[in-house]
């Protein structure tokens, strides 16, 4: 949820709060203050009645006052009954309108020339809640209006004073460590923006710098040791050429050559990972996965004959993905090669490219460590002397950098393990 979102969705829920509170006590209010004026009149009206009928000398013109006037009831109080004065509400049906009539009724006891008397009076609420409702829907119109305008205006305010950030994070999100240093934030006159921009330039900055920094101790490195490293590699070639070489010396020669292809291809690794975690393969392009397939199992075929390894493929031409061509080259590559060196002889290997999926399943042994682990660096078999434990790592960035998703699966009875991988990063 966004920062304006909830700020603007507390506002409404309180906004409503409030209108759903007022109108119906607005209401409330509004009717009880009519009530109390009705009931005001009524008593006026009772007082007057009381004073004329007493003024008059006979109940003869007391019917012919009822007879005049509908809202009027006087008639004698029955032994026993309550005189208590009360106010009270009922609907009559009024032939003349064609309409229910809500009214307002008084009942009163009073004495006229000595006698108690009930005098009823009713009075119409027709004119009383029409006005109630009017005032009503016109205080709900204008509380709704304020509402309404309050949000746009509060939206319009909030859109406008955080553009810059807005604005600042569209180009952090474009921004390129490796092309282009500089930023150019808009940071407006708000004091707390500016902070912020002033903070995010000086961390591009510093972040720029450590990157060209480490980008270029990479290169040197690579340059440094690779170049020393052929030279040992010549040297014991020549070495191993010598005449007068014995058995012993000639075998402490072919290991100190197989511990150096080992520390070569170590270095390699180290400067891959290393240049993957930096970024350095942002390009990208539509590569297809069973081209890339095909060339990896290719690359191992020498390896695949000499453990006598069976192995089947099915790939898709059309299993087509947007990614950088080296990494992809990469992802395979290490794949069927750690299928192959960590696979037993006359073994299984079985590479499937499609769905936009990738699978590589191969026999072996049961892992020495904990699955969890399996794409941790140097994480490896001691007993196999051909792996160097980055392999997987490899993969396993490849994968992060690219939005793909790597899953590994170990299926008993079989004892075949499975590498997969989709490259729409969903699972």
């Not at 006590?25 to 109390?36: D, L, N, R, S």
């Amino acid at each position: 949820m966004k920062l304006l979102e909830r700020t603007v969705r507390v506002y409404l829920l309180y906004s409503l709060l409030i209108v759903l509170v007022a109108i119906p006590a607005f209401y409330v209010i509004i009717h009880e203050m009519f009530m109390q004026d009705v009931n005001h009149v009524l008593k006026q009206r009772r007082d007057e009645l009381v004073a004329k009928l007493n003024a008059y000398p006979g109940e003869s013109s007391w019917a012919f006052l009822q007879a005049m006037d509908e809202n009027i009831v006087i008639r004698p109080l029955k032994p026993n009954s309550s005189t208590r004065q009360r106010f009270f509400n009922r609907k009559q049906y009024d032939a003349k309108a064609g309409e229910v009539e809500p009214l307002r009724l008084l009942s009163s006891v009073a004495m006229i020339h000595g006698k108690p008397y009930r005098i009823i009076l009713r009075q119409s609420l027709i004119d009383s809640e029409d006005l109630s409702e009017g005032i009503l829907v016109t205080q709900a119109i204008l509380l709704v209006a304020l509402l309404a305008g309050l949000l746009l205006i509060n939206r319009y305010q909030s859109a406008k004073i955080w553009h810059p950030f807005y604005g600042a994070l569209r180009q952090l999100r474009a921004y390129d460590l490796d092309k282009d240093p500089r930023l150019e934030l808009e940071s407006g006159k708000i004091r707390e923006f500016q902070d912020l921009n002033q903070a995010i330039l000086q961390l591009v900055q510093k972040n720029h710098q450590v990157y060209q920094n480490q980008k270029g101790f990479i290169e040197n490195a690579a340059h440094e040791m690779q170049t020393p490293l052929a030279i040992f590699r010549g040297k014991l070639d020549l070495l191993l050429q010598h005449k007068s070489l014995d058995q012993e010396q000639a075998e402490q020669i072919q290991s100190i050559s197989e511990t150096l292809d080992r520390l070569q291809r170590l270095n390699k690794s180290l400067l891959l990972i290393s240049k993957i975690e930096n970024r350095q393969f942002l390009e990208k392009s539509l590569v297809n996965m069973g081209t890339a397939g095909e060339r990896a199992l290719e690359q191992a075929s020498d390896l695949v004959q000499e453990m006598q390894i069976q192995v089947t493929s099915e790939l898709d031409p059309a299993t087509v993905v947007a990614v950088n061509p080296a990494l992809a080259d990469i992802l395979i590559s290490n794949l069927v090669t750690n299928a192959v060196i960590h696979n037993v002889s006359q073994g299984i290997l079985r590479l499937s490219i499609r769905d936009h999926t990738l699978k590589v399943e191969n026999t072996g042994p049961d892992l020495p460590f904990d699955p969890s682990r399996i794409f941790d660096r140097f994480q490896k078999n001691p007993a196999n002397a051909r792996s160097t434990g980055l392999g997987l790592a490899i993969v396993k960035q490849i994968c992060e950098v690219s939005g793909f998703r790597i899953n590994y699966a170990f299926r008993l009875p079989e004892r075949v393990h499975e590498m997969t991988v989709f490259f729409s990063g969903q699972n």
